[in-house]
Antibody, heavy 119, light 109 residues
Framework: EVQLVESGGGLVQPGGSLRLSCAASGFTFSSYWMSWVRQAPGKGLEWVAN????????YYVDSVKGRFIISRDNAKNSLYLQMNSLRAEDTAVYFC????????????WGQGTLVTVSS | QTVVTQEPSLTVSPGGTVTLTCASS?????????PNWFQQKPGQAPRALIYSISNKHSWTPARFSGSLLGGKAALTLSGVQPEDEAEYYC?????????FGGGTKLTVL
């Protein structure tokens, strides 16, 4: 059974940093692109970033370029999102999702982790 | 920046049929935009329903179908069930950028 479990969310002050993790199981993690998608409270979904199987390609939405870094550790079956220079508008639930074809579609999603940026 | 537009809300009666649409600000939605559809219920993660216009995941109920309709991506629910009440999001991947629509709140009444 495919499982994706996010962790690392919490309350952080504006300008601060946070690192999210996504633990994957039930599939060959190293064979898949992976993505982060976020959802601000009461709002819609927004794709944030994705990363190719070996980490050689990474893409970001414009609003997080230069502040967020997506990475992965295939030996640990884990996906990460390092979030720096956080802003109030980054407040959201962050989901990791399996991305079988490099952005063409997402199939499995985690339950999400809440990041709140507030003083 | 592409803007993807969906109906904000729709209402359907149990057993009825409803079509949700997904339009792109850059022009007609084509197969090259690989339209996806997701269902999300309150407090839950999104659940994938349809990918690449009309392909279903193994868990997608048969009453859900995807198509291209008049330059838009479309999701049709036939024989709507009460449990289909949810928010539905489309996703377009045109020209290398993934953009979600704003969502359609479907009420079954």
């Amino acid at each position: 059974e495919v499982q994706l479990v996010e962790s690392g969310g919490g309350l952080v002050q504006p300008g601060g940093s946070l690192r999210l993790s996504c633990a994957a199981s039930g599939f060959t993690f190293s064979s898949y692109w992976m993505s982060w998608v976020r959802q601000a409270p009461g709002k819609g979904l927004e794709w944030v970033a994705n990363i190719k199987q070996a980490g050689s390609e990474k893409y970001y939405v414009d609003s997080v370029k230069g502040r967020f870094i997506i990475s992965r550790d295939n030996a640990k079956n884990s996906l990460y999102l390092q979030m720096n220079s956080l802003r109030a508008e980054d407040t959201a639930v962050y989901f990791c999702a399996r991305d079988p074809r490099g952005g063409q579609y997402f199939d499995y999603w985690g339950q999400g982790t809440l990041v709140t940026v507030s003083s | 920046q592409t803007v993807v537009t969906q109906e904000p809300s729709l209402t359907v009666s149990p057993g009825g049929t409803v079509t949700l649409t997904c339009a792109s600000s850059t022009g007609a939605v084509t197969s090259g935009c690989y339209p996806n559809w997701f269902q999300q219920k309150p407090g839950q993660a999104p659940r994938a329903l349809i990918y690449s216009i009309s392909n279903k995941h193994s868990w997608t109920p048969a009453r859900f179908s995807g198509s291209l309709l008049g330059g838009k991506a479309a999701l049709t629910l036939s024989g709507v069930q009460p449990e289909d009440e949810a928010e539905y999001y489309c996703l377009l991947y045109c020209g290398g950028a993934q953009v979600f629509g704003g969502g359609t709140k479907l009420t079954v009444l």
